[in-house]
């Protein structure tokens, strides 16, 4: 879970190289795009960092409410990442001058060879694009 901790420290820090190494070359991130209204999905750290940017550039910010473990029986599997408030420059011309609660948890899976984060799944990949139709809190 520190990992978790790290990354989102970083992200909201909007510390670049930082947040980028704590990934695998590999990982695959999906999120919101709350101005369109549709999931966004990237593989490859390349990708991920050109969306790191765009986000950083958003001032986006994701305060976690809760963190846990969801895969208890391995030792490096999935955790779970619910929010109290999701904030960025976007969401405020939407409407949410004091963000969002994101309807949707984030699942955060783990390589181990080194500990890094291979999936960060903050939208819902494959899902209903209406879970990224921002709402007040």
Known sequence: MSLTVQFITAFNGRRFHQTL????????????????????????????????????????????????????DQPFGVVGVEYSRRTSDTLRRLGFPKGIVPKLASKVGFATQPLRIRAFANGPYGGDPNLCRPSGP
């Open 21 to 72: 190494a704590l990934l695998t070359q590999r990982v695959s991130v999906s999120d919101c795009d709350y101005k369109n209204v549709r999931v966004v999905s990237l593989d490859g750290r390349q990708a991920v960092g050109r969306w790191l940017r765009q986000r950083f550039a958003d001032h986006d910010r994701l305060i976690p409410a809760r963190i846990y473990d969801e895969n208890p």
